[in-house]
Each structure stands twice: as structure tokens, then as C-alpha cells.
């Protein structure tokens, strides 16, 4: 009898060709945020984006000897007529589904996604994905000057906006899974006329207020949503753009490193675990 490298114990005769093997790891995958809407001259504000999709999990069997497949989502775009929703993060068979884009104009709904995008207007918060995010916040029509909703994180839903004030983004999600405390996939803040919607945990993108600015950005590989954006009296401004989505596992130290990986991923050593963080699509064989 023997140990296989991820330490499980190997009976009797091994025929590679035939026995499957499996070892097991911890994963966190986030998918791209949506993008913020953006505002044309003196319109109710716009939604703010929808997080990226998010799953975690623990013990989760992979292939040995087998090539899976490493995608990280970009975020969407952040737009005054076409806001788009991020893209998917994939690991191995795990699919985080992307943030939906944000409503850009009054009235219109935000996009479905992993979390939804905020509505603006009357328009309502875009619809989440089961267990990965929660659900846009609904805008406001006070006029020109109602708040758009904000976007779904993945712990909450985005909040509604009021007259002149943008919701703020649904929270994000905290993971220890690199060593520290992370929070991911929280909605983009609205645009609105005197005071824009807050980020949601989860570095996501703050909306835009008066003044004419332009929505924020959320921040790279967080999968947070984009703010939106907000015009007075000149030309219309865009949303900001999604930040893009990560994916990272973890397992024992004690077990063998993986065989091959391409790209370049970020490795770190915590508390009796090897982490690989990946910002890019690649592949990995264990």
C-alpha cells in the first residue's frame, strides 16, 4: 500500500488507465461585474452595476493527470445607451455567472446576472442567480432628478433609489481563503442628481452624483459592479466598468503542487494551506 501526492491511500493494483483519481480542494470563483448605466442630460439616474456571480465551496473533487480549464471574467462596460453585463469565471466544472449591467436611461430595467443590475427610473433591479448573488435595486422617478437602484451584491440586494439620492450597492461577500479577509461581488452605487449611491462591500464602483461625473469603476478582480453615471445639461456620461472577476484554490501544504499551470499564477503559504490565486484564463493539472 502507498499514498498517491494529495495523500490519498492507494490499495491493491493501480491501473492508471482505468482507476479514476481525484483530489480535493477549496475554491473561491467570481465572476465579472456588470457594468454602471450611464445618464443622458437631466434624466432620472441610472442603475449601478451587478456583481459577479460568486461560489465557494469546500472539498470539492478535481481530475488527477487532467487539464481543467481556468476562466476569469471581465468586467462589463459602463455606457449611456449599452451597458453590458461582465462574463463568466469558470473552474473546472463550476460556472460563476456574470453581473448584470445597470439601467442606462428612465425607466428601463436593469439587466439579469449573477447579481442584477440596478433599475432606473421606475424600472426595476435586474434578477440574481440562485445561491451565486441577490437581486438590482428598483429607481426612482422623481422628476429628472430620482436616483437610479443599485446593483445586487452577492449578500444583499442593491438598494432602491429616492428622490435626488442613488441607492447604494447590495454588500459583497467576505472570504478568509487567502489568509486575510476579502470582501468580493458587492453592487455598484447609483447615479442620482445630489448624492450618489455607496459601493457595496466588495470594492464595487461608487454612482456618480451632480456635476456631471462619471461613474466608478469597481476594482479589478473583486467582480464588483460599476457605478453609474450622471449628466447635468451637457453630454451624456457613461457608467463605470465592472471589475473583473478572480478565481482562486486552496489546499493542504502537505500535498504535491500541481503538475503543470500555465500563465503565472499568485502563490502564497497560510496556515498549513498552498493558495493559487489566477486574474487571467488559464489551465491547471493536478
Known sequence: ??????????????????????????????????????????????????????????NFSVAVDTVLTITVGAGGTGDSQNPTNGANSVFSSITAISGGAGAYSVDTNGNTGGSGGGGGGTGVGGVGTSGQGFAGGIGNSTGNNGGGGGGGGAGSVGVAGAATRGGGGGAGLCSTIT??????????????????????????????????????????????????????????????????????????????????????????YNNGYQIYIWTSSVSVTF
Open 1 to 58: 500500500m502507498s499514498l498517491n501526492r494529495f495523500g490519498g491511500l492507494i490499495t491493491g493494483t493501480f491501473n492508471p488507465l482505468t482507476d479514476h483519481k481525484t483530489a480535493t480542494v477549496e475554491y473561491l470563483v467570481v465572476a465579472g461585474g456588470g457594468g454602471g448605466g450611464g445618464a443622458a442630460t437631466n434624466s432620472n439616474g441610472p442603475g449601478g452595476g451587478g456583481a459577479g456571480g460568486l461560489l465557494t465551496a469546500t
Open 179 to 268: 489568509g486575510q479577509r476579502v470582501f468580493y461581488a458587492g453592487g455598484g452605487g447609483a447615479g442620482a442628481y445630489a448624492a450618489c449611491g455607496t459601493a457595496g462591500l466588495g470594492s464595487a464602483g461608487g454612482g456618480s452624483a451632480i456635476n456631471s461625473r462619471r461613474g466608478q469603476n469597481g476594482t479589478a478582480n473583486t467582480g464588483g459592479g460599476g457605478g453609474g453615471g450622471w449628466s447635468m445639461g451637457g453630454s451624456s456620461l457613461n457608467g463605470g466598468a465592472g471589475g473583473s472577476g478572480i478565481v482562486i484554490i486552496r489546499y493542504s501544504q502537505n500535498c504535491s503542487a500541481p503538475v503543470a499551470t500555465t500563465g503565472n499564477p499568485q502563490i502564497l
